[in-house]
């Protein structure tokens, strides 16, 4: 992020374990272009999935919608841009940070830090978010994703014993199923 605001350019932030379909690079670029970071501050391209079933019903036609046209190369356009201001949202396998919006995520991730680090990075991002000092999106359907087989391997203990989360699982399983790849 440091590097991105020396420079006056967008962050894009990458987990080791994220997935990328053949949409992510053309459609966070035509997210620039058509100026997406003069409304938020931080664009997911993919994100936790809440088990709420009218959410999960409007997700899943606007899944089926984009889908439908995805061999054709898809543009900002083709997807909705789910506000986070209101939703439970967690995970930061995959965002964008918009270079105007640098210097205030920096100086809340600095301030987070200063107090000692107390909450995972994605739950701060996303309490920030709540009480209106960050404007967040996702992209939806997501044109990112975690690999399903880390989830597996990040629910084993240090002694290597496989720990019963099949909740995990299931999540992570949802939140793969709107992935565009």
């Known amino acids: 992020l440091k590097e991105a605001q020396s420079r006056g350019l967008h962050a894009h932030i990458l ?5 990328l379909s053949e949409h992510t690079e053309p459609v966070i670029a035509d997210a620039i272009q058509a100026r997406l ?6 664009v997911f391209t993919d994100t936790f ?16 919608r984009t889908n439908g046209i995805a061999s054709r190369p ?25 270079f105007r919006s640098l210097d205030r995520i920096l100086a809340l991730f600095r301030q987070e830090l200063a107090l000692g680090p107390r909450t995972p990075i994605d739950l701060v991002i996303r309490d920030q978010v709540h009480a209106g000092k960050l404007r967040a999106a996702c992209i939806f359907p997501f044109v990112t994703s975690l690999a399903l087989e880390d989830i597996v391997g990040s629910v084993i203990d240090e002694r290597g014993e496989k720990l019963e989360k099949p909740s995990v699982m299931m999540f992570a399983a949802l939140r793969y199923s709107f992935f565009l790849g």
């Not at 970071?37 to 931080?42: E, G, K, R, T």
């Not at 986070?84 to 995959?94: D, E, G, I, V, Y």
């Open 37 to 42: 970071f003069d409304h938020f501050d931080i």
């Open 74 to 98: 898809l543009r900002i356009a083709d997807f909705q841009i789910m506000d986070l201001s209101r939703r439970n949202f967690a995970c930061t396998t995959s965002y964008v940070a918009g």
């Open 15 to 19: 987990e080791d374990d994220a997935i």
């Open 49 to 64: 999935v809440d088990c709420d079933l009218a959410l999960l019903k409007g997700m899943k036609e606007a899944f089926d």
